[in-house]
T-cell receptor, first 114, second 115 residues
Framework: DGGITQSPKYLFRKEGQNVTLSCEQNLNHDAMYWYRQDPGQGLRLIYYSQIVNDFQKGDIAEGYSVSREKKESFPLTVTSAQKNPTAFYLC?????????????FGPGTRLTVL | SQQGEEDPQALSIQEGENATMNCSYKTSINNLQWYRQNSGRGLVHLILIRSNEREKHSGRLRVTLDTSKKSSSLLITASRAADTASYFCATILINPSGSARQLTFGSGTQLTVLP
């Protein structure tokens, strides 16, 4: 988990509320990513960003929004439009978007909608 | 979309035995990566093997890649209870323009090493 922090570790939300998950990295990486993981499943890409002020939709972007105002930060907002938001959310970063880069992951945030 | 798929879904072995996990993928790749995830934690990168490599070692890990069969295997030798985790393969999905797009993960193999 070194270099990437996510907060909070556990988050509870009532239906109809928006919630923002924090992701910060001090690795000086250009690229950052948000994934969703459901029980017993692999990771699915929500959004990714190659550079500040730029981001692209992944496979399951509906109901989510992101911003990349600073290189170090890539917050994810889970909106009320996301039908099944309860999941484990993982943030990652890499030096660039080039395909030879490994990704470094944060510890994750477990979101539960009540 | 699932590019890589691991097999088996779950594996249980005794400490000291070797563990082999397989990954199959569908499209051409530039590299294949293996990651480990302890329960409720983030993923940790284990090893990356490029498409022009056939085998790579890192400590007790041995990875093979067969691009003709579109498959890879991860071998953990002399397993320990601390190796208990989920293991994922990941490949880059290349978009039609040829530029790298995104890392896609399989659903993982859950390895349990019994003491």
């Amino acid at each position: 988990d070194g270099g990437i922090t996510q907060s909070p570790k556990y988050l509870f939300r009532k239906e109809g509320q928006n919630v923002t998950l924090s992701c910060e990295q001090n690795l000086n990486h250009d690229a950052m990513y948000w994934y969703r993981q459901d029980p017993g499943q692999g990771l699915r890409l929500i959004y990714y960003s190659q550079i500040v002020n730029d981001f692209q939709k992944g496979d399951i972007a509906e109901g989510y929004s992101v911003s990349r105002e600073k290189k170090e930060s890539f917050p994810l907002t889970v909106t009320s439009a996301q039908k099944n938001p309860t999941a484990f959310y993982l943030c990652a970063s890499s030096p660039g978007l080039a395909d030879y880069n490994e990704q470094f992951f944060g510890p994750g945030t477990r979101l539960t909608v009540l | 979309s699932q590019q890589g798929e691991e097999d088996p879904q779950a594996l249980s072995i005794q400490e000291g035995e070797n563990a082999t996990m397989n990954c199959s993928y569908k499209t051409s790749i530039n590299n294949l990566q293996w990651y480990r995830q302890n329960s409720g934690r983030g993923l940790v990168h284990l090893i990356l093997i490029r498409s022009n490599e056939r085998e790579k070692h890192s400590g007790r890990l041995r990875v093979t890649l067969d691009t003709s069969k579109k498959s890879s295997s991860l071998l953990i030798t002399a397993s320990r209870a601390a190796d208990t985790a989920s293991y994922f393969c990941a490949t880059i999905l290349i978009n039609p323009s040829g530029s790298a797009r995104q890392l896609t993960f399989g659903s993982g193999t859950q390895l349990t090493v019994l003491p």
